[in-house]
């Protein structure tokens, strides 16, 4: 067993939404890097088009080509799943990334950001996922299924708010809608799991990681020392889509640096101290 034979993605096709930045971005280097073709979609077309052509610069075993694509409504995933059918017939990798937030104290957290929010983060990741399931299907075989990886949040699995209540919310239902899925799309060989970071450097975080010295101090508070770097999510790509992750589904990935481990202190440490 190489590596080769458990990493390689080479002749694979897969889609990354919201791939233009952030974590998006990571993992279609890392799929590149191990040989997929990547197809990276996100509302901003011209973004989408310059960081292929930048990953395409590096050299890698793989390739990649950037296109508008928009989750946040029905006419929106509708056109996204039509283009991705007009550039491939078939797709060994779905990468549900593309996410938005919405920061405000409690108290003053408006009505409408619940709704902008989980119609992104949930509705349009499963709708997506539900068009897009007749390509995923074609390609898959028990021993080498197709993949859907969804992008959760350690704000999902711990009671952590920070302002960002839907966000924390939505990423949570993603969770659950990954295991309802992996349970419900294993019999058509696609497993689906899912990522639940904690902090990267990304532009829903730039107030707390663009920084070099605040980006030290959020790692800091990570049990592990450190905010997360693109290798950590391209390592977990490269694990959940290559040979050595066919045998995995309905995982929940914890790429928190120990975040989700974290709890309060120990409760009768002073008695036994004492």
């Not at 390509?135 to 993949?147: G, H, N």
């Not at 839907?166 to 295991?179: E, F, L």
């Not at 696609?190 to 030290?216: C, H, I, K």
């Amino acid at each position: 067993m190489t590596p080769e034979h458990l990493f390689s993605l080479k002749g694979k096709v897969a889609l990354v939404t919201g791939g233009a930045t952030g974590i998006g971005r990571m993992a279609a280097e890392g799929l590149m890097q191990a040989g997929a073709h990547v197809l990276i979609a996100s509302r901003k077309k011209g973004a989408c088009a310059a960081v292929a052509e930048e990953l395409n610069a590096l050299g890698t075993p793989g390739s990649a080509e950037g296109f508008e694509g928009d989750v946040g409504s029905e006419e929106g995933v509708d056109a996204l799943a039509a283009e991705v059918e007009k550039r491939t017939d078939k797709l060994h990798i779905l990468m549900n990334n593309a996410g938005i937030s919405w920061g405000a104290p409690m108290g003053q957290f408006p009505f409408d950001a619940w709704g902008k929010v989980m119609g992104v983060n949930n509705a349009g990741l499963f709708h997506l996922t539900q068009k897009l399931l007749p390509l995923l299907i074609k390609t898959a075989t028990p021993e080498d299924p197709t993949r859907v990886v969804n992008v959760g949040s350690v704000m999902g699995d711990a009671p952590l708010g920070d302002g960002a209540y839907s966000y924390a919310a939505s990423k949570a239902a993603v969770h659950q809608i990954t295991r309802i899925m992996a349970k419900e799309l294993a019999g058509h060989h696609v497993t689906v799991n899912a990522l639940a970071p904690g902090p990267f450097v990304s532009r829903m975080t730039a107030f707390a990681t663009a920084d070099e010295q605040t980006r030290e101090k959020v790692g800091e508070d990570v049990p592990l020392g450190r905010v997360g770097s693109p290798e950590d999510i391209a390592g977990c790509m490269q694990f959940l889509c290559g040979r050595g992750g066919a045998y995995l589904t309905g995982a929940i990935l914890p790429v928190s640096g120990g975040i989700q481990v974290m709890s309060g202190p120990n409760l009768f440490r002073a008695a036994l101290e004492g």
